[in-house]
């Protein structure tokens, strides 16, 4: 009976969180065609970098062909279609600073199932926006790839996304909570998202850090938000490897799952209930 | 057995004082002083069932403070509260569902959406039967006049439409208290007045606890029978409405009426003159100078007419908020006659 409850809320909400996504439509299609214009000006610019090394470098660099590099920058905006989490940290630091989050105190609801179910209606209305665009994108650039990965790795690669949209999810939440100790995050967000735009893979492979860095970057979770589902489908990770990337991946989802919802009910034990 | 008990109720804020300039202001990056404020002090209050308390203070005095910890936002320094048997902070779901806070300077619906969508999800939140849910949305609706607006946008309604729509959605799950803060402020006299009577239709057929915060005198008077007054965090006077003028003013206002051709230049050897527009005038007096304070009026001056009257409620109230520290004796619990005051 509770359960039957639950998840008639939860399906109400997505209902209602689509609706209201759907609103200002024409705002968030701009919006979200805008993101493409990036591919064009990224793809110039690794062309004009390999055309500048090809000759040095057997057209490579740290192992990746031009192609592969064109390849690798369009499954990363993929895997940040999934893990990017605009407006959720900072929401909920202003929620804790205006007060807003009473709401989610006083009514027998749990705020971090409110704000994940509310997120994946978000993401849900992105991608019915960004689906033809991108399936245009790759259409066109169907020639930076080898062909389809098999099955096992399609899966693997559905697995990890779905991981990252959690682990981005947890992870941002988790930051959003320390508006509790700290009002004001916006320069904490800012740094994250500098951080993460570097080490997630966004920017660049991570594997071609050398050395120390590259140990470094694989040992916070930053990339599985971005390089690793790339990665995956890419063939880089196969194997043994490949099912610890997932069991880390996943493990990291449970740690951030764990964390937020420590940090929300010891930040509701010393709030003061601001705005009113 | 009392649906709100509340004893030794504290909390105690932690403000940090930021200091004025710039030298100051880098200093504060490395070592903040802190200033500890006493929002609420040892409050201990007991509501029966069905009982409508108004909450009375000047800003800070600790009432949404109160109303916080009562409907578990925050949690207490000090003491304890039980309200319907639960303890209000630990938020449990079994608790969540039988109380209600509306908040007249928070808007709880979702903005882009019209009220119906928020109030479908409420249905399913509170696990309100889809049945009752109807009957309860459209009663509710049809009461405060607000039917045909269910469908429109909540940011498209004016603030009284707003703050209907927010009492609806705090009402769908019938909840057995309700704590109200400021539901009428910056509403205009009819959305005061249409809400007031609303409020008073609603607790006596559904026999709802309700505590509210007002600074609107007249939604206090027209809804409840019992005042709380704090001050400072702490309650100074808990009783009647009417009572607070016995309790709190000493003094007495008699308007007079003159026979024509009276002089008015010698009315303040009888006390603080506060008008005087021939051939009336108006004077204040020492509640137990009356009677001595009559006679010699009456005997000096020709008196048509003459009435004695308490001053305003509103103008005691101020002068309780003003110096609330001249009424600290008499504290609730220090002073057990007070409670005798409950109409």
């Given amino acids: 009976m509770p359960l039957r409850w639950r998840l008639a809320t939860w399906w109400t909400l997505l209902q209602i969180s689509i609706e209201e996504r759907l609103v200002y439509r024409a705002d968030f299609a701009l919006g979200t065609l805008m993101r493409f214009l990036p591919i064009v000006t990224q793809i110039f610019l690794w062309s004009a970098v390999y055309s500048a090394v090809s000759d040095s470098h057997d057209g490579q660099i740290v192992g990746y062909t031009y192609h592969n590099m064109v390849a690798y920058y369009l499954l990363t905006m993929v895997s940040r279609a999934f893990s990017s989490m605009p407006g959720l940290a900072s929401g909920i630091a202003r929620d804790i600073r205006d007060g807003s989050i009473k709401k989610y105190l006083v009514q027998p609801i749990d705020m971090l199932g409110f704000l994940l179910v509310y997120r994946i209606a978000h993401k849900l209305v992105y991608y019915a926006v960004a689906a033809g665009p991108l399936a245009l994108v790759f259409f066109l650039c169907r020639g930076f790839f080898d062909g389809w990965p098999d099955s096992t790795t399609l899966a693997a690669y559905a697995l990890s996304l779905v991981l990252a949209f959690l682990l981005g999810f947890f992870l941002e939440a988790t930051i959003g909570m320390i508006g509790f100790w700290f009002l004001e995050v916006t320069s904490l967000l800012f740094v994250y998202m500098l951080v993460s735009f570097f080490f997630s893979g966004h920017m660049f492979p991570i594997d071609m850090l050398p050395g120390i860095w590259g140990t470094l970057v694989r040992a916070i979770p930053l990339h599985y938000l971005a390089y690793f589902p790339a990665a995956i489908f890419l063939g880089k990770v196969q194997g043994s490897a490949l099912v610890w990337g997932l069991v880390i991946q996943a493990a990291w989802v449970v740690l951030f799952c764990i964390l937020s919802r420590v940090s929300f009910w010891l930040g509701t034990r010393r709030y003061s209930g601001y705005g009113g | ?343």
Avoid at chain 2, 56 to 77: C, D, M
Avoid at chain 2, 136 to 152: F, G, K, N, R
Avoid at chain 2, 298 to 304: D, E, F, N, P, R
């Fill in chain 2, 1 to 343: 057995m009392p649906v709100i008990e509340v004893d030794g109720l504290s909390k105690t804020y932690r403000v940090y004082q930021k200091p004025e300039g710039l030298l100051a202001s880098l200093r504060g990056l490395v070592r903040r002083e802190y200033r500890l404020v006493e929002a609420v002090r040892g409050i201990r209050l007991a509501v029966e069932a069905g009982e409508f308390v108004a909450f009375l203070g000047p800003n800070g005095a600790g009432k949404t403070t109160t109303l916080k910890l009562l409907s578990g936002i925050i949690t207490p320094t000090a003491g304890t509260a039980r309200v319907l048997g639960h303890i209000p902070w630990k938020r449990e779901d079994a608790y969540r569902r039988r109380f209600a806070l509306v908040m007249g300077q928070k808007n709880q619906l979702w903005w882009d959406l019209p009220a119906a969508e928020s109030f479908r999800l409420h249905q399913h939140i509170y696990r309100i039967d889809p049945q009752q849910f109807r009957r309860t949305c459209s009663q509710l609706a049809e009461m405060l006049d607000v039917a045909h607006l269910l469908q429109q946008p909540v940011r498209e309604l004016s603030l009284g439409e707003r703050m209907k729509m927010e009492l609806i959605a705090a009402l769908l799950h019938s909840p057995e208290v309700l704590f109200l803060d400021e539901p009428t402020i910056g509403l205009d006299v009819v959305a005061q007045h249409r809400i007031q009577s609303f409020l008073r239709h609603y607790q006596a057929s559904h026999g709802v606890t309700i505590l509210l915060t007002s600074h609107y005198m007249k939604d206090v008077a027209a809804l409840c029978k019992r005042v709380v007054i704090i001050a400072q965090g702490s309650i100074i006077y808990d009783g009647s409405l009417s009572g607070i003028i016995d309790r709190f003013s000493g003094q007495k206002i008699i308007s007079l009426q003159m026979a024509n051709g009276q002089a008015f230049d010698q009315l303040d050897r009888f006390g603080e003159v506060l008008s005087v527009e021939p051939p009336r005038a108006k004077l204040r007096i020492r509640r137990s100078d009356v009677t001595q304070t009559l006679a010699r009026l009456l005997s000096a001056h020709a008196v048509v007419d003459v009435t004695v009257e308490d001053p305003p409620l509103e103008e005691v109230i101020a002068e309780v908020f003003s110096h609330p520290e001249e009424h600290w004796g008499r504290k609730v619990g220090e002073a057990p006659d007070l409670m005798e005051d409950r109409g």
